[in-house]
């Protein structure tokens, strides 16, 4: 067997036996499932309430991708005029950082103020909470950029813009794309975080209404949706990171 093929089956076999194990567990202790719930009885759960589960999924989906793709839009441009000009760096930076570090859970409640409750508040807490890894590596990238590489591309006549263009966002990819991977991941914690405070519809939604009623199997119903969403759209983006950025990696063998 292939080594690849092999990790992979390893792999695959110890994310089953921590299933099973947990499984085994809640029936050997007797574990009530308003504590802790069975894989099994989660599974189930997810099967039975699908067809009302389902619209909650595909509006939870639609706001995570909105707000994931806004604030990619606004990290990439940030990012950029960071990442170019030591103006921009010296003021906008701290800002950035001080806004990040502020809980977004604080922040929802300005949105629900400005915008009332619904998609909107979650669409910008998404991009609140995604878009300052994408500044970050953006910027980053741009720094790398060799200053040998930019006095020949400037002797040759290149103006800034073309470099930045022809060299310098090229350069980035990989850093882009790494940065992607966690977005996305933030995105779907801006989006539940919202929809739990300020919205009827979502999963987050779903997740605090059946909290309330004490349905935990329902509550991690939820949680198993968000995880297998955010599993699959990080694998997405390390498919296409493959496909544009292969010349960037140096091991076959590197966690993506």
């Keep these: 067997m292939p080594t690849n093929l092999r990790q992979k089956v390893w792999s695959f076999g110890l994310i089953v036996l921590f299933f099973v194990g947990w499984e085994v567990?809640?029936?050997?202790?007797?574990?009530?499932?308003?504590?802790?719930p069975r894989?099994?009885?989660?599974?189930?759960?997810?099967?039975?309430?699908?067809?009302?589960?389902?619209?909650?999924?595909?509006?939870?989906?639609?706001?995570?991708?909105?707000g994931f793709a806004l604030g990619v839009a606004l990290g990439v441009v940030l990012g950029a005029m960071i990442g170019v000009s030591r103006v921009a760096y010296d003021?906008?930076?701290?800002?950035?950082?001080?806004?990040?570090?502020?809980?977004?859970?604080?922040?929802?409640?300005?949105f629900v103020l400005w915008f009332g409750s619904g998609e909107v508040p979650a669409i910008l807490t998404s991009i609140s909470i995604c878009f300052f890894p994408i500044v970050v590596n953006i910027a980053t990238g741009l720094a790398t950029t060799e200053p040998e590489m930019e006095d020949v591309l400037k002797a040759l006549g290149a103006s800034k813009f073309d470099i930045l263009w022809n060299v310098g966002l090229p350069r980035t990819m990989p850093f882009f794309f790494a940065s992607l991977k966690v977005a996305i991941t933030y995105a779907f914690?801006?989006?539940?975080?919202?929809?739990?405070?300020?919205?009827?519809?979502?999963?987050g939604n779903v997740m605090?209404?059946?909290?309330?009623?004490?349905?935990?199997p329902l509550?991690?119903?939820?949680?198993?949706?968000l995880a297998g969403l955010g599993v699959l759209l990080y694998l997405l983006f390390s498919l296409i990171e493959g496909r544009v950025t292969g010349w960037a990696t140096r091991k076959n063998d590197i966690a993506v």
């Design 219 to 225: 509550v991690f119903a939820g949680l198993f949706i």
């Design 39 to 66: 894989p099994s009885q989660v599974v189930e759960t997810l099967i039975n309430r699908f067809p009302v589960l389902w619209p909650h999924i595909i509006r939870t989906i639609y706001t995570t991708l909105l």
């Design 189 to 203: 914690v801006g989006t539940v975080l919202s929809e739990t405070v300020a919205s009827n519809r979502g999963i």
């Design 91 to 110: 003021t906008a930076y701290p800002l950035l950082i001080g806004f990040s570090s502020i809980p977004k859970v604080a922040v929802v409640p300005i």
């Design 25 to 36: 567990f809640c029936l050997a202790s007797g574990m009530s499932d308003l504590i802790l």
């Design 208 to 216: 605090m209404t059946a909290s309330s009623n004490f349905n935990v």
